[in-house]
């Protein structure tokens, strides 16, 4: 199973970016797909997630301002962020639980950099 991210880059804060995590390989299912980030000399922390059936969950931090969306059809999962600010400046890891043959287990992305300048 391979993940392609992108659409990270630098941007002003106010600014929006949309990231966009593809997967392929031996996929039988994937279940809920989602985004987490890092940040330097922190923990690895949850932004959003969304299930196959497209409930979503988004970190407090982010609500009202960031948009999970996937499209099954394309084994693909998006984060629309609008209204950037400088802490949201972090590496953005994308995360899927796939099923290969019967049970899930947790996938990465390689990581996409986010700087979002003052």
């Known amino acids: 199973v391979q993940f392609v991210e992108s659409g990270g880059g630098r941007v002003q804060a106010g600014g929006s970016l949309r990231l966009s995590c593809a997967a392929s390989g031996s996929i039988r299912r994937l279940n809920a797909m989602g985004w987490y980030r890092q940040a330097p000399g922190k923990q690895r922390e949850l932004v959003a997630v969304?299930?196959?059936?497209?409930?979503?969950n988004l970190a407090d931090s982010v609500k009202g301002r960031f948009t999970i969306s996937r499209d099954n059809a394309k084994n693909t999962v998006y984060l629309q962020m609008n209204s950037l600010k400088p802490e949201d400046t972090a590496v953005y890891y994308c995360?899927?639980?796939?099923?290969?043959?019967?049970?899930?287990?947790?996938?990465w992305g390689q990581g996409t950099h986010v700087t979002v300048s003052s």
């Open positions: 995360n899927a639980q796939v099923v290969t043959t019967t049970l899930p287990y947790s996938y």
């Open positions: 969304i299930t196959s059936s497209g409930s979503t």
